[in-house]
């Protein structure tokens, strides 16, 4: 019986330890032993919850490149909209040969303007280099004179791709050769940004008032168009971001609900179970009172 009771005992204090640890730690288990199976559990929660603030971490910044993107793309069509404007100013016969070369003067600045928003760097990346986003991608090329031979880039065709969920990729549209809008015409020769520009300065510089007032207004067009079709592109790549923000939301609010359910106590609960413990425990202590105070002495 004695030996009955110090086991009953130990098993009681035992337990009455154990709630009283999750009591304080406020955890349902504090070490493997406790619950090998939901510690097991606890830790792959707390694995995807880890991983899933890593993908919120690549969408965040993904939405900051994307957005530096459209402004760039707002600062191009602006850009290329002014140029326009210019070569239809210079196409009327109101403006003299001396006017065109000022004009001429402001297209040149207005192509400096247009390198720098392709050229936007976003946290030590150019956003239009394909995959060489260290290198920057748009530089115009000049003669010994200082005339304009080309609109050179030095980036890749490629487009960077960011890991947003498990399983899930997006792309962000950083290929800057979309840009340079490379096309065959209908006469069948190629075209495209960098030839568009230096035949704007062509035409200015030789007073050509046919090519101001026709061909090259079209062409301004296309690239403009062409512009505001990658600035659409990449508002659907951030429409697409901001959702994939708003789900990853939701589903680490799930997976710490959910490892909460597991790990955390429910402290009424385990209070009250504390109290049971507790009088378990002393009820054990009033009976070992009567059991091992009885000796031989009690039978003589």
Known sequence: MSSNFINNLQSNLKNL??????????KEVSKSSDNPMLVSEIMDLNNSIIQNEEYMSTIKDSIGFSNMQDSAYDAATKSVSRIRTLI????????????????????????????????????????????????????IEKDANGKMIELKYSGTSDNLTRRISQGVQIELKTDGTSLMNERVTEAGTTDNLSIFLTDVLTALEDNNVTALSGNLLERADIESSNIVTQRAEN?????????????????NLNLESMRSDKQDIDLAEK??????????????????????????????
């Open 235 to 251: 508002g659907a790549v951030f429409n697409r971001l901001e959702a994939s923000k708003e789900r990853n939301t939701s589903e």
């Open 17 to 26: 330890s154990k709630v009283q640890n999750q009591l304080s730690s406020l």
């Open 88 to 139: 239809q100013q210079a196409g009327t016969d109101t403006v003299n040969n001396e006017d065109r070369q000022l004009i001429k003067a402001e297209v040149e600045a207005e192509i400096e303007t247009l390198t720098d928003a392709l050229n936007t760097n976003f946290g030590g990346k150019y956003i239009f280099s394909g995959m060489k986003t260290t290198t920057k991608p748009f530089s």
């Open 271 to 300: 209070f009250m179970e504390y109290t049971m413990e507790q009088t378990a425990y002393q009820a054990s202590l009033a009976m070992g009172t009567k059991i091992l105070s009885t000796s031989i002495l009690d039978y003589i």
